[in-house]
């Protein structure tokens, strides 16, 4: 069990460019959230998977942001149009089932520019 | 709509000694309550999880209290180490399936002094 993986890890963008993290969850949990987090602020929640199914999208998740589980593995999340508010760190957790506990990745940084 | 508060935002203390992290929640309706550790620029650690049947639970030199009825949750830290030094948060989900998103508090910020 290698945790929960996140790639890139950095990624610096102008403003207006589209930009593409990904998540890999620990294998077998079915239960995968996107969260945001802003310097000196707790994360906020972004949207949550079940398998391929996405369950909730938080209001913070403009018609900009969109997220992905093909196949209920690896997600991605892509940020389009990006704005220097869109720069933080987005953070992904998964869970073996429902409100167990989350076991979150290293986070994405994203400075935009 | 939960808030979840933690106080103080910032702790120093000298090396060695006890201390407790304070978190609290307006919507007592919780499944469980998670804390978490995050060095500067990381992910979160996840310390210990305590369901909101239980009222302790204790791992190593940690241990997390759940008063449910008052909105309270305590992490005590034993015999604090410089390598203790992060900041802490907590964070609860809403009891009811289907709304399982975890709400954070903005941390408690802990420096040991060696």
């Known amino acids: 069990d290698t945790g929960v993986s996140q790639n890139p890890r950095h990624k610096i963008t102008k403003r207006g460019q589209n930009v593409t993290f990904r998540c890999d969850p620990i294998s077998e949990h079915n239960r995968l959230y996107w969260y945001r987090q802003t310097l000196g602020q707790g994360p906020e929640f972004l949207t949550y998977?079940?398998?391929?199914?996405?369950?909730?999208k938080s209001r913070l998740l403009s018609d900009r942001f969109s997220a992905e589980r093909p196949k209920g593995s690896f997600s991605t999340l892509e940020i389009q149009r990006t704005e220097q508010g869109d720069s933080a760190m987005y953070l992904c957790?998964?869970?073996?089932?429902?409100?167990?506990?989350?076991?979150f990745g290293p986070g994405t940084r994203l400075t935009v520019t | 709509k939960q808030e979840v508060t933690q106080i103080p935002a910032a702790l120093s203390v000298p090396e060695g000694e006890n201390l407790v992290l304070n978190c609290s929640f307006t919507d007592s309706a919780i499944y469980n309550l998670q804390w978490f550790r995050q060095d500067p620029g990381k992910g979160l650690t996840s310390l210990l999880l305590i369901q909101s049947s239980q009222r302790e639970q204790t791992s190593g030199r940690l241990n997390a209290s759940l008063d449910k009825s008052s909105g309270r949750s305590t992490l005590y830290i034993a015999a604090s180490q410089p390598g203790d030094s992060a900041t802490y948060l907590c964070a609860v989900p809403l009891s009811n399936f289907g709304n399982e998103k975890l709400t954070f508090g903005t941390g408690t910020r802990l420096t040991i002094i060696p």
């Open positions: 957790a998964s869970s073996p089932r429902p409100l167990d506990e989350q076991y």
């Open positions: 998977f079940q398998n391929e199914a996405q369950l909730e």
